[in-house]
Protein backbone atom coordinates (compact mmCIF):
# COMPACT_ATOMS: atom_id res chain seq x y z
CA UNK A 1 0.00 0.00 0.00
CA UNK A 2 1.60 3.74 -0.66
CA UNK A 3 0.00 6.80 0.06
CA UNK A 4 -0.62 8.80 -3.54
CA UNK A 5 -0.75 12.35 -4.42
CA UNK A 6 -2.73 12.92 -7.59
CA UNK A 7 -3.23 16.39 -9.53
CA UNK A 8 -5.70 16.93 -12.12
CA UNK A 9 -5.63 20.33 -14.17
CA UNK A 10 -8.39 22.10 -15.10
CA UNK A 11 -9.08 21.01 -18.73
CA UNK A 12 -9.16 17.04 -16.71
CA UNK A 13 -12.28 18.27 -14.12
CA UNK A 14 -13.82 20.99 -17.32
CA UNK A 15 -17.10 19.35 -17.03
CA UNK A 16 -19.14 17.08 -15.42
CA UNK A 17 -18.41 13.73 -18.04
CA UNK A 18 -14.14 14.90 -17.24
CA UNK A 19 -14.93 14.87 -13.71
CA UNK A 20 -16.43 11.13 -13.73
CA UNK A 21 -13.38 10.31 -15.27
CA UNK A 22 -11.15 12.04 -13.13
CA UNK A 23 -13.36 9.79 -10.25
CA UNK A 24 -12.48 6.96 -11.96
CA UNK A 25 -8.95 7.03 -12.03
CA UNK A 26 -9.17 7.85 -8.56
CA UNK A 27 -10.92 5.64 -7.48
CA UNK A 28 -9.46 2.38 -9.36
CA UNK A 29 -5.92 3.77 -7.13
CA UNK A 30 -8.01 3.60 -4.51
CA UNK A 31 -9.54 0.35 -4.86
CA UNK A 32 -5.76 -1.17 -5.38
CA UNK A 33 -5.49 -0.61 -2.18
CA UNK A 34 -3.63 2.94 -1.46
CA UNK A 35 -4.18 5.96 0.23
CA UNK A 36 -5.16 8.72 -2.01
CA UNK A 37 -4.85 12.44 -1.86
CA UNK A 38 -6.60 14.37 -4.78
CA UNK A 39 -5.73 17.92 -5.85
CA UNK A 40 -7.85 19.74 -7.93
CA UNK A 41 -7.88 23.57 -10.11
CA UNK A 42 -10.63 25.10 -11.19
CA UNK A 43 -12.71 23.98 -13.88
CA UNK A 44 -11.76 24.94 -17.19
CA UNK A 45 -11.65 28.83 -17.46
CA UNK A 46 -13.06 29.07 -14.38
CA UNK A 47 -10.31 31.14 -12.99
CA UNK A 48 -10.16 33.27 -16.11
CA UNK A 49 -13.90 34.05 -16.32
CA UNK A 50 -13.83 34.93 -12.24
CA UNK A 51 -11.33 37.67 -13.41
CA UNK A 52 -13.02 38.68 -15.91
CA UNK A 53 -16.09 39.33 -13.26
CA UNK A 54 -13.83 41.43 -11.10
CA UNK A 55 -12.98 43.53 -14.12
CA UNK A 56 -16.17 44.14 -14.85
CA UNK A 57 -16.27 45.53 -11.08
CA UNK A 58 -13.13 47.77 -11.06
CA UNK A 59 -9.68 47.15 -12.84
CA UNK A 60 -8.65 48.05 -9.49
CA UNK A 61 -9.37 44.87 -7.03
CA UNK A 62 -7.50 44.73 -3.70
CA UNK A 63 -5.40 41.29 -4.09
CA UNK A 64 -6.95 40.65 -0.85
CA UNK A 65 -10.33 40.29 -2.83
CA UNK A 66 -9.27 39.19 -5.52
CA UNK A 67 -7.69 35.79 -3.88
CA UNK A 68 -11.75 35.64 -1.89
CA UNK A 69 -12.92 35.65 -5.31
CA UNK A 70 -10.15 33.16 -7.35
CA UNK A 71 -10.39 30.58 -4.56
CA UNK A 72 -13.79 29.67 -5.21
CA UNK A 73 -13.16 28.16 -8.36
CA UNK A 74 -11.56 25.08 -7.06
CA UNK A 75 -14.31 25.05 -4.43
CA UNK A 76 -16.37 24.25 -6.66
CA UNK A 77 -14.14 22.03 -8.38
CA UNK A 78 -13.36 19.94 -4.89
CA UNK A 79 -17.06 19.67 -3.78
CA UNK A 80 -18.21 17.97 -7.18
CA UNK A 81 -15.46 15.24 -7.42
CA UNK A 82 -15.68 13.97 -4.38
CA UNK A 83 -19.81 13.62 -5.22
CA UNK A 84 -18.28 11.77 -8.10
CA UNK A 85 -16.20 9.83 -5.91
CA UNK A 86 -19.16 9.17 -3.67
CA UNK A 87 -21.42 8.38 -6.30
CA UNK A 88 -18.91 5.24 -7.62
CA UNK A 89 -19.43 3.91 -3.88
CA UNK A 90 -15.84 4.78 -2.27
CA UNK A 91 -15.01 7.25 0.59
CA UNK A 92 -14.25 11.04 -0.18
CA UNK A 93 -14.30 14.27 1.50
CA UNK A 94 -13.37 17.51 0.02
CA UNK A 95 -11.63 20.16 2.11
CA UNK A 96 -10.44 23.77 1.11
CA UNK A 97 -6.83 25.19 1.84
CA UNK A 98 -7.18 26.18 5.48
CA UNK A 99 -9.04 22.69 5.97
CA UNK A 100 -5.79 20.77 4.78
CA UNK A 101 -3.72 23.18 7.05
CA UNK A 102 -2.09 25.05 3.74
CA UNK A 103 -0.91 28.24 5.95
CA UNK A 104 1.26 30.84 3.30
CA UNK A 105 2.34 34.11 4.14
CA UNK A 106 0.48 37.12 3.27
CA UNK A 107 1.15 38.37 -0.30
CA UNK A 108 -1.62 37.92 -1.64
CA UNK A 109 -2.15 36.20 -4.95
CA UNK A 110 0.98 34.75 -4.93
CA UNK A 111 1.00 34.01 -1.48
CA UNK A 112 4.34 31.21 -0.64
CA UNK A 113 3.16 27.94 1.50
CA UNK A 114 4.58 27.96 4.70
CA UNK A 115 3.96 24.60 6.76
CA UNK A 116 1.47 22.57 6.14
CA UNK A 117 -0.42 21.17 8.79
CA UNK A 118 -1.42 17.28 7.76
CA UNK A 119 -3.05 16.29 11.49
CA UNK A 120 -6.95 16.50 9.35
CA UNK A 121 -5.53 14.79 6.47
CA UNK A 122 -3.92 12.11 8.47
CA UNK A 123 -7.02 12.00 10.26
CA UNK A 124 -9.07 11.42 7.10
CA UNK A 125 -6.57 9.25 5.69
CA UNK A 126 -6.96 7.00 9.00
CA UNK A 127 -10.31 6.61 8.05
CA UNK A 128 -9.89 5.27 4.41
CA UNK A 129 -10.92 8.48 2.91
CA UNK A 130 -10.18 9.68 -0.04
CA UNK A 131 -8.81 13.62 0.27
CA UNK A 132 -10.02 15.68 -2.40
CA UNK A 133 -8.36 19.22 -1.56
CA UNK A 134 -9.04 22.75 -3.44
CA UNK A 135 -4.81 23.51 -5.18
CA UNK A 136 -4.01 26.73 -5.29
CA UNK A 137 -5.26 28.18 -2.06
CA UNK A 138 -4.05 28.64 1.53
CA UNK A 139 -4.50 30.49 4.43
CA UNK A 140 -2.42 33.15 6.26
CA UNK A 141 -1.32 33.61 9.78
CA UNK A 142 -4.69 36.51 10.24
CA UNK A 143 -6.66 33.53 9.07
CA UNK A 144 -7.41 35.27 5.70
CA UNK A 145 -7.55 33.46 2.28
CA UNK A 146 -4.60 33.44 -0.22
CA UNK A 147 -4.11 32.23 -3.40
CA UNK A 148 -0.14 30.72 -5.00
CA UNK A 149 -0.23 32.48 -7.94
CA UNK A 150 -1.30 31.44 -11.61
CA UNK A 151 -1.13 27.85 -11.94
CA UNK A 152 -0.61 27.51 -8.48
CA UNK A 153 -2.24 23.98 -7.55
CA UNK A 154 1.13 21.95 -9.07
CA UNK A 155 2.74 23.51 -6.24
CA UNK A 156 0.00 22.59 -4.18
CA UNK A 157 0.34 18.93 -4.89
CA UNK A 158 4.07 18.69 -4.96
CA UNK A 159 3.76 20.56 -0.95
CA UNK A 160 1.13 17.88 0.18
CA UNK A 161 3.30 15.16 -1.35
CA UNK A 162 6.63 16.32 0.41
CA UNK A 163 4.61 16.65 3.41
CA UNK A 164 2.87 13.54 3.99
CA UNK A 165 6.25 11.53 2.45
CA UNK A 166 3.75 10.38 -0.59
CA UNK A 167 5.22 7.09 -2.01
CA UNK A 168 4.19 9.07 -5.71
CA UNK A 169 2.86 12.16 -7.10
CA UNK A 170 1.36 11.90 -10.08
CA UNK A 171 0.20 15.35 -11.98
CA UNK A 172 -2.52 14.71 -14.91
CA UNK A 173 -2.90 17.07 -17.20
CA UNK A 174 -3.98 17.42 -21.05
CA UNK A 175 -0.70 16.20 -22.51
CA UNK A 176 0.16 12.82 -22.46
CA UNK A 177 3.90 14.11 -20.79
CA UNK A 178 6.80 16.45 -21.25
CA UNK A 179 8.08 16.45 -25.02
CA UNK A 180 11.21 17.72 -26.95
CA UNK A 181 9.41 20.90 -28.29
CA UNK A 182 5.86 21.68 -28.66
CA UNK A 183 4.07 18.59 -30.87
CA UNK A 184 1.71 20.74 -32.76
CA UNK A 185 4.60 23.00 -34.10
CA UNK A 186 7.27 19.99 -34.74
CA UNK A 187 6.19 17.05 -35.87
CA UNK A 188 9.43 15.21 -35.31
CA UNK A 189 8.64 16.10 -31.22
CA UNK A 190 9.69 13.06 -28.98
CA UNK A 191 7.58 12.32 -25.97
CA UNK A 192 10.51 11.76 -23.02
CA UNK A 193 10.60 9.30 -20.69
CA UNK A 194 12.93 11.03 -17.69
CA UNK A 195 13.85 14.71 -17.33
CA UNK A 196 16.03 16.25 -14.46
CA UNK A 197 14.67 18.85 -12.40
CA UNK A 198 16.56 21.17 -13.40
CA UNK A 199 16.10 20.90 -16.83
CA UNK A 200 12.06 20.48 -16.39
CA UNK A 201 12.99 23.71 -14.24
CA UNK A 202 14.46 25.78 -17.64
CA UNK A 203 11.95 24.13 -19.75
CA UNK A 204 9.27 25.43 -17.48
CA UNK A 205 10.60 28.79 -17.08
CA UNK A 206 11.20 29.11 -21.03
CA UNK A 207 7.62 28.55 -21.64
CA UNK A 208 7.23 24.81 -22.15
CA UNK A 209 3.29 25.13 -20.31
CA UNK A 210 3.31 21.33 -18.54
CA UNK A 211 4.25 22.70 -14.54
CA UNK A 212 4.34 25.22 -13.21
CA UNK A 213 8.22 26.60 -12.30
CA UNK A 214 7.77 27.18 -8.55
CA UNK A 215 6.59 23.59 -8.40
CA UNK A 216 9.61 21.97 -9.97
CA UNK A 217 11.60 24.20 -7.29
CA UNK A 218 9.88 22.64 -4.41
CA UNK A 219 10.08 19.62 -6.44
CA UNK A 220 13.99 19.39 -6.31
CA UNK A 221 13.88 20.82 -3.23
CA UNK A 222 12.00 18.29 -0.88
CA UNK A 223 12.96 15.39 -3.97
CA UNK A 224 9.61 14.63 -4.94
CA UNK A 225 9.62 12.23 -7.84
CA UNK A 226 6.83 13.94 -10.73
CA UNK A 227 5.26 11.72 -12.89
CA UNK A 228 3.47 14.06 -15.58
CA UNK A 229 0.54 12.31 -17.28
CA UNK A 230 -2.54 12.50 -19.70
CA UNK A 231 -5.83 11.90 -17.81
CA UNK A 232 -7.22 11.23 -20.72
CA UNK A 233 -5.00 8.44 -21.85
CA UNK A 234 -3.47 5.78 -19.86
CA UNK A 235 -0.15 5.60 -21.41
CA UNK A 236 2.67 5.93 -19.29
CA UNK A 237 3.68 9.34 -19.13
CA UNK A 238 7.14 11.73 -17.91
CA UNK A 239 9.13 10.89 -14.79
CA UNK A 240 10.77 14.26 -13.27
CA UNK A 241 14.06 13.52 -11.16
CA UNK A 242 16.92 14.44 -9.52
CA UNK A 243 18.97 12.13 -11.99
CA UNK A 244 17.25 11.06 -15.41
CA UNK A 245 18.49 8.42 -17.94
CA UNK A 246 20.67 10.39 -20.10
CA UNK A 247 19.43 7.78 -23.10
CA UNK A 248 23.05 9.16 -24.91
CA UNK A 249 20.77 12.43 -24.99
CA UNK A 250 22.90 15.99 -25.72
CA UNK A 251 19.43 17.95 -25.79
CA UNK A 252 16.09 17.39 -24.13
CA UNK A 253 14.42 20.46 -25.32
CA UNK A 254 13.82 23.09 -27.78
CA UNK A 255 11.58 26.25 -27.10
CA UNK A 256 10.65 29.11 -27.66
CA UNK A 257 9.47 32.09 -25.75
CA UNK A 258 8.05 35.33 -27.75
CA UNK A 259 7.01 36.76 -24.87
CA UNK A 260 9.82 38.90 -24.81
CA UNK A 261 11.09 42.62 -25.93
CA UNK A 262 14.92 43.55 -26.08
CA UNK A 263 15.60 47.50 -24.75
CA UNK A 264 19.13 48.88 -25.54
CA UNK A 265 20.61 51.92 -23.91
CA UNK A 266 23.03 53.32 -27.09
CA UNK A 267 25.69 55.66 -25.97
CA UNK A 268 25.92 55.12 -22.32
CA UNK A 269 29.41 56.21 -19.97
CA UNK A 270 32.28 54.17 -20.37
CA UNK A 271 32.94 54.14 -16.72
CA UNK A 272 32.29 52.47 -13.63
CA UNK A 273 28.78 51.95 -12.09
CA UNK A 274 26.36 52.06 -15.18
CA UNK A 275 25.69 48.86 -15.49
CA UNK A 276 24.77 48.57 -11.27
CA UNK A 277 22.51 51.73 -11.35
CA UNK A 278 20.68 50.16 -14.69
CA UNK A 279 20.00 47.06 -13.06
CA UNK A 280 19.51 48.11 -9.51
CA UNK A 281 16.72 50.67 -11.16
CA UNK A 282 15.48 47.73 -12.87
CA UNK A 283 15.38 45.63 -9.34
CA UNK A 284 13.86 47.92 -7.47
CA UNK A 285 10.98 47.68 -9.87
CA UNK A 286 11.22 44.14 -9.37
CA UNK A 287 11.45 43.22 -12.78
CA UNK A 288 13.37 40.19 -14.34
CA UNK A 289 16.26 40.83 -16.35
CA UNK A 290 16.88 37.70 -18.73
CA UNK A 291 19.68 38.04 -21.83
CA UNK A 292 22.87 41.15 -20.86
CA UNK A 293 24.86 41.81 -23.58
CA UNK A 294 26.86 45.03 -22.86
CA UNK A 295 29.80 46.65 -25.76
CA UNK A 296 33.41 46.99 -25.97
CA UNK A 297 33.58 50.82 -24.79
CA UNK A 298 34.55 52.87 -27.88
CA UNK A 299 34.89 57.18 -28.01
CA UNK A 300 33.87 56.75 -23.89
CA UNK A 301 30.78 55.29 -24.70
CA UNK A 302 29.16 51.58 -24.44
CA UNK A 303 25.85 50.21 -25.32
CA UNK A 304 24.17 48.60 -22.96
CA UNK A 305 20.95 45.59 -24.12
CA UNK A 306 18.92 43.62 -22.23
CA UNK A 307 15.61 41.58 -22.55
CA UNK A 308 12.73 41.51 -20.11
CA UNK A 309 9.51 40.35 -19.82
CA UNK A 310 7.03 41.93 -22.81
CA UNK A 311 4.84 43.57 -20.06
CA UNK A 312 7.24 45.01 -18.26
CA UNK A 313 8.83 46.60 -21.21
CA UNK A 314 7.40 49.89 -20.46
CA UNK A 315 7.87 50.01 -16.62
CA UNK A 316 11.00 49.30 -17.82
CA UNK A 317 12.12 51.94 -19.60
CA UNK A 318 9.67 54.47 -17.53
CA UNK A 319 12.40 53.61 -14.77
CA UNK A 320 15.56 53.77 -16.80
CA UNK A 321 14.42 57.47 -17.60
CA UNK A 322 14.53 58.33 -13.88
CA UNK A 323 18.16 57.48 -14.00
CA UNK A 324 20.48 60.80 -13.48
CA UNK A 325 22.90 60.30 -16.29
CA UNK A 326 19.72 59.80 -18.80
CA UNK A 327 20.17 62.52 -20.49
CA UNK A 328 18.22 63.06 -23.97
CA UNK A 329 21.57 62.20 -25.56
CA UNK A 330 21.38 58.70 -24.62
CA UNK A 331 19.30 56.57 -27.18
CA UNK A 332 17.07 54.03 -25.18
CA UNK A 333 14.94 51.65 -27.88
CA UNK A 334 12.74 48.56 -26.88
CA UNK A 335 11.67 46.04 -29.72
CA UNK A 336 9.08 43.56 -29.44
CA UNK A 337 9.56 41.81 -32.49
CA UNK A 338 11.79 39.49 -31.16
CA UNK A 339 12.17 35.84 -29.55
CA UNK A 340 13.77 33.44 -27.48
CA UNK A 341 14.77 30.27 -28.64
CA UNK A 342 16.66 27.68 -26.43
CA UNK A 343 18.20 24.57 -25.67
CA UNK A 344 17.99 22.54 -22.97
CA UNK A 345 19.95 19.64 -21.66
CA UNK A 346 22.05 18.17 -19.03
CA UNK A 347 24.48 16.34 -21.21
CA UNK A 348 25.53 19.62 -22.71
CA UNK A 349 27.45 20.30 -19.68
CA UNK A 350 29.89 17.74 -20.48
CA UNK A 351 30.02 17.77 -24.42
CA UNK A 352 31.75 20.70 -26.61
CA UNK A 353 30.16 21.84 -29.47
CA UNK A 354 26.44 22.20 -28.14
CA UNK A 355 26.53 26.09 -29.40
CA UNK A 356 28.17 25.54 -32.83
CA UNK A 357 25.64 22.65 -33.69
CA UNK A 358 22.76 25.10 -32.85
CA UNK A 359 24.41 28.30 -34.53
CA UNK A 360 25.30 26.40 -37.50
CA UNK A 361 21.59 25.06 -37.75
CA UNK A 362 20.44 28.59 -37.50
CA UNK A 363 23.11 29.87 -40.33
CA UNK A 364 21.59 26.92 -42.60
CA UNK A 365 18.02 28.20 -41.97
CA UNK A 366 19.49 31.70 -42.36
CA UNK A 367 18.39 33.34 -39.67
CA UNK A 368 20.53 36.21 -37.88
CA UNK A 369 20.79 36.10 -33.96
CA UNK A 370 21.08 39.32 -32.12
CA UNK A 371 21.86 38.17 -28.23
CA UNK A 372 23.36 34.88 -27.03
CA UNK A 373 22.91 33.55 -23.62
CA UNK A 374 24.23 30.41 -21.86
CA UNK A 375 24.40 28.34 -18.82
CA UNK A 376 25.81 25.11 -17.68
CA UNK A 377 22.67 23.26 -19.03
CA UNK A 378 20.73 25.62 -21.51
CA UNK A 379 22.08 28.00 -24.27
CA UNK A 380 19.15 30.72 -25.52
CA UNK A 381 19.58 32.94 -28.84
CA UNK A 382 17.19 36.35 -29.46
CA UNK A 383 16.29 36.49 -33.10
CA UNK A 384 13.62 38.37 -35.30
CA UNK A 385 9.57 36.87 -33.98
CA UNK A 386 8.95 36.16 -37.20
CA UNK A 387 11.92 33.45 -37.60
CA UNK A 388 10.79 31.68 -34.05
CA UNK A 389 9.26 28.52 -35.56
CA UNK A 390 11.48 28.00 -38.13
CA UNK A 391 14.49 28.26 -35.63
CA UNK A 392 13.03 25.85 -33.00
CA UNK A 393 11.90 23.39 -35.94
CA UNK A 394 15.76 23.64 -37.17
CA UNK A 395 17.74 23.22 -34.12
CA UNK A 396 15.17 21.00 -32.97
CA UNK A 397 15.81 18.99 -36.37
CA UNK A 398 20.10 19.02 -35.71
CA UNK A 399 19.55 17.67 -32.35
CA UNK A 400 17.08 15.10 -31.61
CA UNK A 401 15.39 14.85 -35.87
N1 LIG B 1 -7.04 27.74 -11.05
C1 LIG B 1 -5.77 28.38 -10.93
C2 LIG B 1 -5.35 28.93 -12.28
O1 LIG B 1 -6.04 28.77 -13.28
C3 LIG B 1 -4.72 27.46 -10.39
C4 LIG B 1 -4.35 26.32 -11.28
O2 LIG B 1 -5.00 26.03 -12.28
O3 LIG B 1 -3.37 25.64 -10.95
O4 LIG B 1 -4.33 29.54 -12.37
MG1 LIG C 1 -6.60 26.76 -14.31
Redesign the pocket.
Known sequence: MSLIVQKF??SSVANAERVMNVAKIVTDTYKKGNDVVVVV??QG????DLIAKAKEITPNATKREMDML?SS??QISIALLSMAIQSIGCPAISLLGWQAGFVTNSVYSSARIKTIHTERLLTELGNRKIVVVA??QGVNEAGDVT??????????AVALAAALHADRCQIFTDVDGVYTADPRKVPSAQKLKEITYDEMLELATLGAQVL?NRSVEMAKKYNVELEVISSLNPIPGTIVKEVANMEKMLVRGVTKDTDVARISMIGVSDIPGIAFKVFNKLAQKNINVDIILQSVGRNSTKDIAFTVNKDNAPVAITALRELPFVGDELEITCDTDVAKVSVVGAGMETHPGTASKMFEALYNSDINIQMISTSEIKISVLIDAKDADKAVLAVHDAFLG
Open positions: GGSADTTDLGEGFTLGRGGSDTSN
